[in-house]
């Protein structure tokens, strides 16, 4: 599985970014597909992630009520929709995938054997 992440970009706060993580090499019908992100110095934290074939989704309290995960089955494609934007959202997105049905902990990202490349946002205040 090959995950092409996209959409970053510098913005002001409250404003809005969509990030498409596109995957490749299978089609996604079962599995988890997460959001994590990395600020400077910090280490890589949960933001949001969504099981493909119910489409239930589980966020960060950090996000809760800003950010929505959703996915296109005929695309393979999910999305991290991002309002309401603060500085401390700024930092290196990164979309990861599971083909696990039920991981054990969704927030680990020692769950997630497939990861893409990272795509920068960067939020102004």
């Known amino acids: 599985v090959q995950l092409q992440a996209s959409g970053g970009g510098s913005v002001q706060a409250g404003d809005s970014l969509r990030l498409s993580c596109a995957a490749s090499g299978r089609a996604f019908s079962s599995g988890v597909m997460g959001w994590f992100r990395q600020a400077r110095g910090q280490e890589r934290e949960f933001v949001g992630a969504i099981r493909w074939s119910s489409g239930t989704t589980n966020y960060a309290d950090s996000v809760k009520g800003r950010f929505t995960v959703s996915r296109d089955n005929a695309k393979n494609t999910c999305y991290l929709q991002m309002n309401s934007l603060k500085p401390e959202d700024t930092a290196v997105y990164y979309c990861?995938?599971?083909?696990?049905?039920?991981?054990?902990?969704?927030?680990?990202?020692?769950?997630?054997?497939?990861w893409g490349q990272g795509t920068l946002v960067t939020v102004s205040s």
């Open positions: 990861a995938a599971t083909t696990i049905m039920w991981p054990i902990n969704i927030k680990d990202h020692r769950e997630y054997a497939y």
